[in-house]
Every structure is written in C-alpha cells, then in structure tokens.
C-alpha cells in the first residue's frame, strides 16, 4: 500500500472536493498518479495527456444515460441528447479521415478489432497481421488471443536485414495463404506504413484490407502520416493514443459494411455505448481538427527524430536505424549487454517511463527482451522540443550505463523533474504541483 504524501495546500483545499469527503483512500491514488504524471517523462508511445476538455467530458452528465442502438434507433426513450452526441462525434470522424462510414461506440481497441472481423470474416477464415515479437498487435492474429484461435492466423514478418515491412515477402505469402483480411497498422513499428502497398496486394488475393492506425491517428490526423482510411474496407483506431482523446475506439470502414459493423458492435458484442466516452471522442476529433493539431503532430515526429540522433551518438542500435514516427524501438541487448526489463525498470527509477519491448528476431523472451520502446507523443504535448530531446538521449545514456547506481539514478530522478516542471501537461494544473518544488532557473 502506498502511503500518500500530499502536502500542497492547494490541493488539500479545493481540489476534488467530494472524493475529499467520500473516498479519501481513492482521491489520493488520483492524486498521486496526478503527481506522477506531472513530474516524470513519460516516454510510452501508446500514452499521453488528454486535455481539460476531453476530461470534462468524460466525467460528465453521460454517465448516467442508457442508449443502447444507434441515433434514431434507440432501445429506450431520452435520446433527445445521446443521439446529438453520437451524430457529432461520427460526422467530425469521417470528415477528419475522409471515410463512408464511422462507428464510435467500441469500448476499446480490442473489441473494436473483434467486431471488425466479425463484421466481414467468418470462423476460420484466414487473416494475415504482423506477428506480434515483430511490432504487431496481441488482436492482430496471436494465438492466446481470439483472433488468433477464431481465424485461422498466417502472421508475416519483418525484413531479416532491414527489420522493415518487405512486400514481396508479404506478397508471396498472401499468394500462398489466399487470406481473407490483411491487416496492417503495428504498436512497436518505428516507421512509415505504405498503405497504399497493402491495397495492391490485397487487390491481388481478394483480401479485405483492415488499417488499425491506434498508434498514430494523431499523426495522421495532423498530416504527419499518410491516411489509409479512404482506401482501406474496414479500420480501427484507438482514441486514447496520440488522438488524445479518452479511452476509447472507433471502427471506420466503407460504407458497403456499415451495416454488419454496427450490427457486430451491437447486438454482436456490446449492450450500451459509453456515451460520456463518445462526448469526450467528439472533442478529441475537435480538437484534432485544429491548425495546432497539425504543428503538434510534426513536433511529435521532429521529436522522436532528434532523440533517435542523440541516442545513435551514445552508440545504442535503434531497430530500422531510425524513425519516421512517433516511437523508437531501442536494442540495448546486444549493443549494450544489458536487458530490456532491467533498462526499463532503472530508467523509472530515473524518473523516464517507457517499457521493455521485443525486438524484431529477439532471441531473449517476452517477459526479458532486448529492447525498449521509448515513445515522444506525451513530452510534446508538454510543449518540449529538439533541446529538451537531447537532454532526454544524454540522460537515458547515463541511466542505462549506471543501471546499478542508485545515487545516480536518483541525482537524474530530480533533474528530470526540474524539467518537466517548467513544461506543464495538458490536463493538468500545475498551480497544484509547482508548489512541492522549489522552482527551477529557467
Ligand atoms: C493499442 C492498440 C490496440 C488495442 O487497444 P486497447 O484499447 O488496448 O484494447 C489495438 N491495435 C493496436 C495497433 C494498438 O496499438
């Protein structure tokens, strides 16, 4: 159990108020999960800050509402405002992705998957996704999981020299298998997907061609990274990712299979959509919409590329070479003898979260892998920059050569909060914090 140690004034005042006097024990886990994420660099890509507006919303009226069916077709009656919501929320998606058809109440990304599939796959049928050790996802066809056990799963692989999608290999591999879907869009895949490539060859095999871009809706979003979704047949993305929004997810397809989507979400899989979720989805597409939605996505790729150069200067292997994206996925196995659970916990320790990850052809196991994936969308919505990247690189070097040295991670742990106390995240005031540090020279 932790013990809170919370003595802000401002937040002892005014702060929560009603879980103050209801549920203290809850109130401050929040609190400090608050502190956590104001005074740590967080570097996991799938992760980053919703804003104040996208939390109002999903700690809003909603909550309360039963709506089960769809805008006009409800089951129950005091739809008046449910169905405003939800026509908002799906007409902002489909024009910001320029796609027929858009379904907003997956409750997340996985079931979001399971109805896709279900809208246009029969059991067994054949699917091909990247298998998950090489930067694919769990509901892309693994086999614990039920894509993996309901479809028959045919997972293609990364190039063995260049770590990179190759697609002649996929081709031929499509054309052996014949699958039904071909699935592409990764959470460990530092660079540029070519949806175009995908098409072809699902053209070619008479596959459905299904984009799950959770990782990167923002990027796209904000042009930073081609958009499938006009050329894809069924889609998925997460809204909590660098979309920003709550967590959430949303199927976009064409509109030939509008009507087995939305019969696969309900009564296929789900009863009643989250409505609070759907309010808090409509503001994040908003949001998304804006021209500093656009400086935020390209500051999120310059980010991750000028870490990626510091980090290549301090002799680390980066999986591919490099990145074009969002994330990074960093070999410290072979090229710093060291392993990726022990680099990830020593960096945390240093106030830099990230995770250990597989690498492509990993010969260490899931739980203890050879590499860790280090991701820039929360520190640029911070507003940090190139500057604040190459302090990242030199502290993350110094961390992962003293993994043992407590002084030193600790030492760390204090200059990093001294940064990201003079960058304030999105969603957070931090008139609540600022007061526990003394303030850093700036
Ligand atoms: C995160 C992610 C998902 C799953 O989302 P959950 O909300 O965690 O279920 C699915 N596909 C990809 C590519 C993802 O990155």
């Known amino acids: 159990m932790i013990?809170?140690?919370?003595?802000?004034?401002?937040?002892?005042?005014?702060?929560?108020?009603?879980?103050?006097?209801t549920d203290p024990e809850i109130r401050d886990l929040i609190l400090l999960e608050e502190k956590r994420e104001f005074e740590k660099m967080r570097l996991i890509p799938s992760e980053n800050y919703a804003s104040d507006a996208v939390k109002e919303a999903t700690g809003g009226i909603f909550t309360n509402k039963y709506s089960e069916g769809y805008p006009n077709k409800r089951y129950y009656e005091g739809q008046q405002l449910t169905d405003q919501v939800e026509i908002l929320a799906c007409e902002r998606a489909k024009k910001l992705f320029g796609c027929d058809h858009?379904?907003?109440?997956?409750?997340?990304?996985?079931?979001?998957?399971?109805?896709?599939?279900?809208?246009?796959?029969?059991?067994?049928?054949?699917?091909?996704?990247?298998?998950?050790?090489?930067?694919?996802?769990?509901?892309?066809?693994?086999?614990?999981n039920f894509s993996g056990s309901l479809y028959n799963s045919v997972p293609y692989e990364l190039d063995p020299e260049t770590e990179m999608l190759n697609f002649d290999m996929i081709r031929a591999l499509a054309k052996e298998h014949k699958p039904q879907m071909i699935i592409a869009g990764y959470t460990a895949y530092p660079r540029t997907i070519d949806w175009t490539k995908f098409r072809e060859i699902c053209d070619e095999v008479g596959a459905y061609f299904h984009a799950d871009t959770s990782h990167i809706t923002g990027l796209i979003a904000g042009g930073a990274h081609p958009n499938p979704f006009p050329i894809s047949d069924t889609g998925i993305t997460t809204t909590h990712k660098t979309l920003r929004g709550p967590r959430g997810a949303m199927i976009l397809c064409k509109q030939e299979h509008?009507?087995?989507?939305?019969?696969?979400?309900?009564?296929?899989?789900?009863?009643g959509p989250h409505i609070h979720t759907i309010s808090a989805i409509a503001v994040a597409l908003k949001q998304a919409s804006q021209p500093d939605a656009q400086v935020y996505a390209q500051q999120v790729v310059k980010n991750a590329k000028a870490l990626a150069e510091r980090l290549l200067s301090h002799g680390f292997r980066l999986v591919t070479g490099g990145t074009d994206n969002h994330l990074i996925l960093m070999e410290v196995f072979e090229s710093?003898?060291?392993?990726?659970?022990?680099?990830?916990?020593?960096?945390?320790?240093?106030?830099?979260?990230?995770?250990?990850?597989?690498?492509?052809?990993?010969?260490?196991?899931?739980?203890?892998?050879?590499?860790?994936?280090?991701?820039?969308?929360?520190?640029?919505?911070?507003?940090?920059?190139?500057?604040?990247?190459?302090?990242?690189?030199?502290w993350m070097n110094e961390v992962l050569s003293n993994i043992d040295n407590d002084a030193i991670l600790k030492r760390i742990e204090g200059e990093v909060r001294d940064l990201c106390v003079s960058f304030p995240a999105p969603g957070i005031d931090p008139e609540r914090w600022n007061c526990l540090y003394t303030p850093s020279p700036k």
């Open 258 to 271: 509008a009507e087995a989507v939305n019969k696969a979400i309900i009564p296929g899989l789900q009863g």
């Open 336 to 394: 710093k003898g060291i392993l990726g659970r022990d680099a990830s916990r020593a960096l945390d320790k240093a106030g830099i979260v990230c995770n250990a990850n597989m690498v492509p052809f990993d010969k260490n196991s899931p739980f203890n892998p050879s590499g860790i994936r280090i991701g820039t969308p929360s520190i640029t919505s911070r507003g940090m920059k190139e500057a604040e990247m190459d302090k990242l690189g030199d």
């Open 102 to 144: 858009v379904n907003v109440q997956p409750l997340s990304g996985s079931p979001a998957n399971m109805a896709a599939y279900r809208a246009v796959l029969k059991p067994g049928d054949t699917i091909m996704g990247l298998s998950l050790p090489h930067g694919g996802h769990l509901t892309h066809g693994w086999k614990a």
């Open 3 to 21: 013990t809170p140690t919370i003595s802000s004034p401002k937040i002892a005042m005014t702060y929560l108020p009603a879980l103050k006097e």
